[in-house]
């Protein structure tokens, strides 16, 4: 059986649904979109280093078990992850606000101009974690929902349709960009003008303006189109509408919206001490033992 092109694949999109059959998949968008402020509002109250690489870990597990496969997150993973090691190596080597009291933990290659403090080392490192974990959980959203489902679940809360309608575009439209963008790199490496083509600075300019003007272009003429195409069906010229497809509510979307709040209700209560248990040891304090 011959092996399918990768650019026609929907599972190597970063944000595009692809059918599945996980609990994920079944859950109301909206019970899912709980779960996500949930975790928006929790991560930022974090302070333990160790918790949040606990956490991150358990959302690319939550991802794992929503079907995509650990090669396939890589990939979706991968330009931001070197975007911010790069951000991480910078925080830490030019710290905005040094200061003296600040505990340096070593001078790299020892050289006095060049101290690691602890503090950027430890707000690098959140920021990484921050990033990552609110990544990796919007490719779970969208890689688990049908914008048309979010955009009925929407209008269930008399939300006006014209708003739900727009969000749901501008989501859609995410997978549509990074598929344009695909296309045109196919279509300059058909003309041979490819990757392997660039060997100097003048031409890695203009392979890149190339690509983002033919994408920007391609991308504003699918825009034009579609609002030619609402004006064409005379959208919004009532004020309510009715729809053919209805997402309701199940239990297991109260029994998951339930499982959510309790379980970041814990873990709060954890972060601000209120339960007596045992903390998670500093990263700090761990080098300190090592080194």
Known sequence: MPKKNEFLDNKTYT??????????????????????????????????????????LSIILIALASGISLRNLAKKLRFIIIVMIFSVFLNIFFNAIPQEQEQVLFY??????????????????????????????????????????????????????????????????????????????????ARGFGREKVNSIKKAYNFVMERLISTLVSILRKGHITSISMENRCFGIYKTRTNLTKVPFKKKDYGFIIFCILLFSFISLYIFRIIPLPTFPSLYNIFKNLF
């Not at 109301?28 to 928006?40: A, G, R």
């Not at 929790?42 to 606990?54: D, G, K, M, P, Y």
């Not at 290659?109 to 060049?114: A, D, I, S, T, W």
């Not at 690098?124 to 979010?150: E, P, Q, R």
Request: glycine share 2%; aromatic share 16%.
């Open 15 to 56: 944000f595009t649904y692809y059918p599945g059959d996980s609990l994920l998949h079944k859950l109301n968008p909206l019970s899912k979109l709980v779960f996500l402020l949930l975790l928006t509002i929790l991560i930022f109250f974090i302070r333990s280093l160790i918790l949040f690489a606990v956490i991150t």
């Open 108 to 189: 790299l290659f020892g050289v006095q101009f060049l101290p690691i403090r602890r503090l950027a080392v430890y707000y690098a490192m959140k920021a990484f974690l921050i990033v990552i974990t609110l990544f990796t959980s919007s490719i779970i959203y969208t890689n688990t929902t049908l914008m048309k489902d979010f955009a009925y679940s929407l209008m269930s809360l008399n939300i006006p349709y014209k708003f739900s309608f727009d969000f749901m575009v501008g989501i859609r439209y995410l997978p549509l960009i990074e598929k344009e963008a695909k296309t045109i790199a196919l279509a300059q490496k």
